[in-house]
């Protein structure tokens, strides 16, 4: 029986599909007749229906958030195995060389891409390793980056000009990045396709002289520095600068306008070493190469000779360190950790037969330089951090001006680089090789006391007819005593040959393939 508590209750409560009942005034409790309980509403639609959950994706969804899973996977997969990023940095001292073998190497790709021959040692390599062939080679749109840009398309205008001339050296670090795309010939067609991007970066050698100088303090540098120039040939193209260095007094309160006299007169020294005695090993690299920053305050500092360590605060002396110090930190922070740490591949450039020729003294201060070069490929900047910057893995050093001597003379300049690079860095594994970046000669043979000699055939810049020149002997090891008696050869400049200026047919070289296929092999499977 139902209680009539029960029967007020549904009474009192409206059912959800009605409105409230009016209110009514109370009526005498009675004893009200048995009825049967109204229906339950029916439920809505909304009950019929299976829960929704916003966090729970229905069975489609799922299984589509798996293949995107998958798919992203298998990308990423296929990028580590397919795909490649390598920054190839090219560098020489003055002379060697770079920017022209830059552009010709740049345009040989190009010209190599388009389906023209132009670098048959990397070809016969993708072949011999059954990469089949390189499909394209494109030039990477510079973007927004803050590095300047080595613009071959000029250089190689410059080459192939009406009346043909050589692209100026290199002052400061240029870049661009070329993407290369080979054809493996692999059924499968995931993997058909190696793709490298090869970043080349061009920098002044002589800035890689300034090494050694970041573990020396500044009385340690002077003193070393010092002692070079009150030796021939410094001394002699140094008077000046030495001149004014006996006046300058180390205690004396700091006189910016002498120091800055003393900074012109050092760095005019250097440069007559370099220009005119041929020498090499000249410190700092960027008061002969300086890039952007020429005029900054921290680089007007010269090398003194001093009693007191630590100098006297506020001295000429205590100036001197401080720029020193500052200069140090310069380089390091914004050469050599911000690029040279990043380089995974390093050409150095060697102009050999210049410093032969420039004599006895120029050869040994180049052999130095390319031995304090060789030494500091391995540069470390002691990071200790889990993810620490890569170093430098493969190293081409690379004679320049083949084209200079005959055919069978040229193996005794990759035997004479070879003396000269030494010890490169610990685990560096590095390659010898002899180039010229444009092939401006012939080979020939003239005939000199009835006997024929071998001699290459050159247009000399500034010339109408072509001549030969017979380079004499060319040491396949570092020169015994008896070479210096007698200046031995002609090395002239030659007029670089007709090159087509929208660079199609690629640049004749020596060599360049040879240096590549070295660098690169571990990728062209």
């Not at 029967?7 to 009192?12: G, K």
């Not at 500034?462 to 005593?481: A, K, M, N």
Request: charged share 20%; with cysteine; glycine share 8%.
């Amino acid at each position: 029986m139902t209680r009539p508590i029960d029967r007020l209750f549904r009474l009192a409560t409206p059912r959800a599909d009605q409105e409230p009942p009016a209110v009514q005034p109370p009526m005498p409790p009675r004893e009200p007749a048995p009825t049967a309980p109204p229906p339950p509403p029916a439920p809505s639609r909304a009950l019929l229906a299976p829960p929704q959950h916003a966090d729970r994706p229905r069975g489609g969804s799922l299984i589509s958030g798996l293949r995107h899973v998958v798919a992203g996977a298998a990308a990423q997969a296929e990028a580590r195995l397919n795909e490649s990023t390598i920054r190839l940095a090219v560098t020489g001292l003055t002379r060697a060389g770079k920017t022209v073998f830059l552009t010709s190497l740049i345009s040989n790709l190009l010209a190599m891409g388009a389906g023209r021959n132009t670098l048959p040692g990397l070809q016969a390599a993708l072949e011999h390793r059954g990469s089949g062939r390189l499909r394209s080679v494109r030039v990477v749109p510079a973007g927004a980056a803050t590095t300047p840009w080595f613009d071959h398309v000029a250089k190689l205008r410059d080459l192939a000009a009406e009346s043909p001339s050589w692209p100026p050296r290199t002052e400061d670090v240029a870049q661009i990045a070329l993407d290369l795309e080979i054809d493996r010939g692999a059924v499968w067609q995931r993997f058909r396709w190696r793709r490298i991007r090869l970043e080349l970066l061009d920098y002044p050698g002589e800035w890689l002289l300034d090494l050694p100088m970041l573990k020396q303090p500044f009385t340690a540098w002077s003193r070393a520095t010092l002692d070079l120039f009150s030796q021939p040939p410094r001394n002699a193209f140094g008077t000046p600068f030495l001149e004014f260095l006996r006046a300058v007094d180390p205690d004396a309160p700091a006189d910016d306008a002498l120091i800055r006299r003393g900074h012109e007169l050092y760095r005019a020294a250097l440069q007559a070493c370099r220009e005119k005695a041929g020498l090499r090993y000249l410190q700092p690299g960027r008061f002969v190469a300086p890039g952007a920053r020429a005029d900054a305050p921290y680089m007007w500092f010269f090398p003194l000779d001093q009693s007191r360590d630590p100098p006297l605060p506020g001295s000429n002396a205590a100036l001197l360190r401080d720029r020193y110090d500052a200069y140090r930190t310069e380089v390091r922070t914004q050469f050599f950790d911000r690029h040279f740490t990043q380089f995974d591949r390093q050409i150095v450039l060697v102009d050999v037969l210049g410093a032969l020729h420039a004599g006895r003294q120029a050869f040994e201060d180049t052999a130095r330089a390319i031995g304090e070069i060789a030494g500091g490929l391995a540069y470390d900047n002691g990071s200790r951090m889990p993810f620490r910057p890569r170093r430098i893995t493969r190293v081409a050093f690379a004679a320049t001006k083949a084209d200079h001597v005959p055919a069978l003379r040229r193996e005794n300049l990759v035997h004479l680089v070879r003396a000269l690079a030494g010890g490169v860095g610990a685990g560096v594994p590095a390659t010898t090789h002899a180039v010229a970046s444009v092939l401006a000669t012939n080979d020939g043979k003239i005939t000199v006391a009835g006997r024929p000699v071998e001699v290459v055939l050159g247009l000399p810049l500034g010339e109408t007819t072509q001549r030969p020149f017979y380079p004499g002997d060319v040491p396949s090891g570092l020169p015994p005593e008896s070479f210096w008696s007698d200046r031995y050869f002609e090395l002239p400049v030659f007029t670089p040959p007709r090159v087509d200026a929208s660079g199609v047919a690629g640049i004749p070289h020596l060599g360049l393939d040879a240096v590549l296929t070295a660098l690169l092999k571990d990728l062209l499977a």
